[in-house]
């Protein structure tokens, strides 16, 4: 159904935020004391990015941060979601904290508060301190143990002023991509470690969000971002909807059920029995991992179609997460990945505002009366400077509007959507396809490292401004 047109007027206190992450936009590497994470030694690592390229400079916000909340406080926006570079912190991924670290983003936040906007911190956005790594990574249980360790160091130093908090950031890219396609840091493709490490994932959700809420006042909220998918069966067949059934199992069934039922889902259970028997999930887990959430963030940028392949499928699939020849689907070996029908973005993504609605009703359902964000939707267009040096981009105003308006459409029928995190506030390094992906509102000339404002920045500040959609010209 296409989103409708007429002014689009959002509650009050809605938050009007935009979004990025340490290792995309931060830089300075080797500065104060931080060690390489997994996408320091990823990104270096020949063959792996596009073009070789790495964070090691990213769009140099830490060194920029006081102009970047300076931009955004013109833009209008009450909101901003950044995530905490574990490895500037805590070096090794275990141990005392690194004060320096810590006085960064108590800076970051500081700057954000006398503006008058809402931090919101995320404490893992997939770059785990290689030390963690070389000890196992993900897979190992021990990682969990430490991701607590770390998420109390954070907390104590920023719970007196930051009130939203979330755990991880899709924790499917970092198991599933990390350890299954090996398209993601640290690039390993074991299809048994991918699912440890979920479960591993899971455990330091819960861990770290009891950690987090015993040095922080209870007023504080404590989240979780999924990039859950809407899968789509391509047909009405029973095997093509046995083979959505599996890939929900594996995209959302994985982290949700744990974290919003208390249980795995048998039928994830039944279809990976192949490859491991779970016996790391050990008593106990399955209610840590269970703690109660103050409220949810989901991630969303275009739905999943798939069917049934009469035959066990190799080499690398199509379903948008990069190429591989290993696939990030642990016991779906024989579901086919279809290009949705529609306009795309530069990432090849279809653009289908009605799956964020889907999404959003989804987990209505799902997690009754728990408080819903949207903690990322953006797109990525192939964004350059016209001669009067202004960057114009009519696609990302139309997918905002389109977006924004599905979210609107949940409001009305009946969810509890608080806010949206537009990704990203600026462009900067899409893993690993390197810097040519523009997520941004703010373009970034990666030469002087300039920052312009993009014409949907404008349009976005309009909505943050008044709580209304501005217009959208149509051509
Ligand atoms: O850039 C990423 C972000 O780090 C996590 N979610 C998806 C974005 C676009 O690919």
Not at 11 to 34: C, H, N
Not at 187 to 206: C, F, I, K
């Amino acid at each position: 159904m296409p989103e409708p047109v007429t002014p689009v007027t959002f509650p009050p206190a809605f938050l009007w935020g935009a979004a990025t992450s340490a290792y995309q936009i931060e830089g300075a590497v080797r500065e104060d004391g931080r060690t390489p994470s997994i996408w320091d030694t990823f990104s270096h690592t020949p063959g792996k990015t596009a073009g070789g390229q790495t964070g090691d400079v990213a769009v140099d916000h830490y060194h920029r941060y006081r102009d970047d909340v300076a931009l955004m406080a013109d833009l209008g926006l009450n909101a901003y979601r950044f995530s905490v570079s574990w490895s500037r912190v805590q070096p090794t991924g275990r141990g005392p904290a690194v004060q320096v670290g810590l006085d960064f983003y108590r800076r970051l936040v500081d700057e954000l508060l006398a503006h008058g906007i809402k931090p919101a911190v995320t404490l893992y956005h997939w770059d785990l301190p290689q030390e963690l790594e070389d000890a196992g990574g993900w897979p190992e249980r021990d990682t969990a143990l430490r991701f607590a360790e770390y998420a109390q160091i954070v907390g104590e130093a920023l719970g007196d002023r930051v009130e939203n908090w979330i755990t991880l950031n899709e924790p499917w890219c970092s198991a599933f991509l990390g350890y299954g396609s090996g398209v993601h840091a640290p690039g390993r493709t074991e299809p048994a470690a991918t699912l440890r490490a979920a479960h591993h994932l899971n455990l330091a959700h819960g861990l770290g969000a009891t950690a987090l809420r015993s040095v922080m006042p209870a007023r504080n909220q404590v989240a979780v971002s999924l990039n859950s998918s809407v899968v789509r069966p391509l047909s009405q067949e029973p095997a093509d909807l046995a083979a959505a059934r599996r890939i929900d199992d594996l995209a959302n069934g994985v982290f949700h059920g744990p974290m919003l039922h208390g249980a795995y889902p048998e039928s994830l259970l039944a279809a990976t029995a192949q490859l491991t028997d779970w016996s790391y999930v050990r008593d106990g887990d399955l209610d840590t991992i269970h703690v109660p959430l103050d409220a949810l963030g989901l991630n969303y940028y275009t739905p999943a179609l798939v069917s049934a392949a009469s035959e066990r499928l190799t080499g690398p699939r199509a379903d948008g997460h990069g190429a591989s020849e290993h696939s990030p689907w642990p016991g779906a070996d024989d579901v086919l990945f279809h290009q949705t029908p529609g306009e795309r973005t530069e990432m090849g993504w279809t653009i289908d505002p009605s799956g964020l609605h889907e999404l959003i009703m989804r987990y209505t359902r799902e997690a009754p009366g728990l408080p819903l964000y949207i903690t990322e939707n953006g797109a990525a267009y192939d964004d350059k400077p016209d001669a009067d040096g202004q960057v114009h981009d009519p696609e990302r105003i139309a997918y905002l509007h389109g977006h924004l308006a599905a979210v609107r459409r949940a409001i009305t029928d009946g969810a509890d959507v608080r806010g949206y995190y537009l990704w990203s506030l600026m462009d900067n390094f899409e893993w690993a396809y390197g810097y040519d992906k523009r997520f941004g509102a703010v373009y970034v000339d990666y030469a002087t490292l300039e920052r312009t404002p993009k014409s949907s920045a404008r349009w976005y500040s309009g909505a943050a401004r008044t709580g209304v959609l501005p217009a959208v010209e149509t051509a």
